[in-house]
């Protein structure tokens, strides 16, 4: 399985942007990159304070041949995202159901899911949204982004391509 990369300055929102291409496309896997999004979209249709430098990913693929169910594709999605911090920063990372990433008590991101049908195939949609150079002021929710947590810059760059290579390498694990 490898995801084909469609790389955008600026978008509404990466998972409307895949939800667009899954109806208009024969395309099977996608990541979908911005630099910045104006309407990102958080969990009960909250909205995702995006910042410039920060990541916006959001991959899309067929469910058809996954021999996993959408419980556990969801517990592994989180898995895969905190695999990737933690190449960063190696104390804990917690996952606050449903969709929170969170150190020392603060949200470092979050990952947003959707189903969508077309014809006779289930797609999978996972936002991704990181903290990496600043974090949104949320009265009575602490944020924090992974610059300011170990004290130097990290290449965003390099984070998108670590996060494609561990979808990647750890999805294709559970196809039939």
């Known amino acids: 399985m490898k995801f084909k990369i469609l790389k955008f300055k600026r978008l509404r929102s990466t998972n409307d942007t895949a939800l667009r291409i899954i109806r208009n496309s024969n395309l099977k896997y996608g990541m979908i990159i911005a630099d910045n999004q104006s309407h990102g979209r958080g969990q009960y249709g909250r909205k995702w304070v995006c910042f410039k430098g920060n990541l916006f990913v959001t991959f899309f693929y067929n469910l058809e041949n996954l021999n996993l169910t959408l419980p556990q594709i969801t ?102």
């Open 75 to 176: 517990k592994l999605n989180c898995l895969l995202v905190k695999k990737m911090i933690s190449k960063y920063y190696k104390k804990k990372i917690i996952h606050k159901k449903p969709n929170d990433l969170l150190i020392e008590g603060k949200k470092i991101g979050g990952i947003l899911q959707e189903t969508i049908n077309k014809i006779n195939e289930k797609f999978l949609i996972v936002g991704i949204g990181l903290n990496l150079v600043k974090n949104p002021i949320i009265s009575n929710y602490p944020t924090i982004n992974l610059n300011d947590l170990i004290h130097k810059k990290v290449s965003k760059k390099k984070i998108e391509i670590e996060l494609k290579n561990i979808f990647e390498k750890n999805l294709k694990k559970f196809l039939k």
